[in-house]
Every structure is written in structure tokens, then in C-alpha cells.
């Protein structure tokens, strides 16, 4: 989560550069943050601590997505605030399943196997976090192909599933 969130980050503050350029300063930052949370996270084996460096890493993303959204494209709000807002209902699901635990337990054991299954709000972060993250890497093709003078246009595979088809803007 941590090195793949990194690359998040890396993509996110280069994708207004212009092609075929390296960030060397900030790809060094993130790859000694890596290798940093690893390093701690192996030693103290500390589930909080990998959460709390996790959930620096996606602050930072929401914080960038909400400079772009805001001030460089805003119609992409709605892909963007989307994103966010799925993500987050898993991490509140997440939460709850953590706060409350043995409660749901003993609520599962009570119901039938439908709301039993719908109740597993671990799952459910899981579910929602990949798809808030899978909306968020649209959102980046979205901005980048955008920098580099390419049309996006945002189709829906079998009526539900988004993905981003490119093609070169037309010189007058």
C-alpha cells in the first residue's frame, strides 16, 4: 500500500511536466519514505503506524486532487469528489468494523447469511477503497492526458464500468 500509494503521489504532483521528464528530488523523498515506513514498520511491527503513514500518503492525494479540481480543472469534480467519496465510505466501514468488532459478530451469528455477508464492512473497505482508488487513477489519466493536449472521453464498458479512451487533439 505504502510504494504503490508513492507512485500515486509521484504521478499526481508530475502531471502537469512536460513529457519525458524526471522528478529526481521528489522520487528520492518518496523511495527513502518507502523504505523508511518498511524499515520501522518491520521492527515495530505496529499496525497504527503503517495506517497513520498509509493515511499521510492519501492526505496528500486528496490535498492535490483538491488544488486541481479547484483551480486548474474543476469539471472534473465530480470524478474527482466521486473518488474521494467512495474511498472514504470504505474507511469509515473499515472503522466501524474495527470499533465494533465482537458486536457484529454477535449481530452476524443473529441474521440470516445475506445481511451477514452485507455486514462484513472489512470486505466492504476493501471493495470500496479499490474502487475509490481505481476512480482516482481515472481522474490522473483524466488530468495528464489533458496537460498533454489529448481529448479524454470517459466510456462505460458493458453500461457500468468507466475507462478513459485518448486521442490526439486535431491541429487547426
Known amino acids: 500500500m505504502i510504494y504503490s ?5 509521484y504521478c499526481m504532483f508530475e502531471c502537469f511536466k512536460m513529457k519525458n521528464s524526471v522528478n529526481y528530488h521528489l522520487l528520492f523523498i518518496l523511495v527513502l519514505f518507502s523504505l523508511i515506513v518498511t524499515t520501522v514498520y518491520l521492527k515495530v ?8 503513514m498509509y493515511g499521510m500518503l492519501v492526505f496528500t492525494l ?3 486532487s483538491i488544488y486541481i479540481v479547484t483551480w486548474v480543472y474543476p469539471w472534473l469534480r465530480g470524478l474527482g469528489y466521486t473518488s474521494l467519496g467512495i474511498f472514504l465510505l470504505g474507511f469509515l466501514l473499515w ?3 474495527n470499533i465494533f468488532c465482537d458486536s457484529l459478530r454477535n449481530f ?3 441474521m440470516p447469511p445475506i445481511i451477514s455477508v452485507a455486514t462484513q464492512f472489512h470486505a466492504w473497505w ?3 477503497t479499490g474502487l475509490g482508488s481505481y476512480l482516482h487513477i481515472l481522474f490522473s489519466l483524466y488530468t495528464r492526458t489533458l496537460y498533454l493536449k489529448y481529448r479524454p472521453k470517459v466510456k462505460f464498458l458493458f453500461g457500468i464500468w468507466p475507462v478513459i479512451l485518448f486521442e490526439p487533439l486535431r491541429k487547426h
Open 5 to 9: 500509494c508513492c507512485i500515486f503521489v
Open 45 to 52: 511491527k505496529e499496525p497504527v503506524f503503517h495506517q497513520v
Open 62 to 64: 486528496v490535498l492535490r
Open 95 to 97: 472503522n466501524i468494523d
Open 108 to 110: 452476524r451469528k443473529k
Open 126 to 128: 476493501h471493495i470500496l
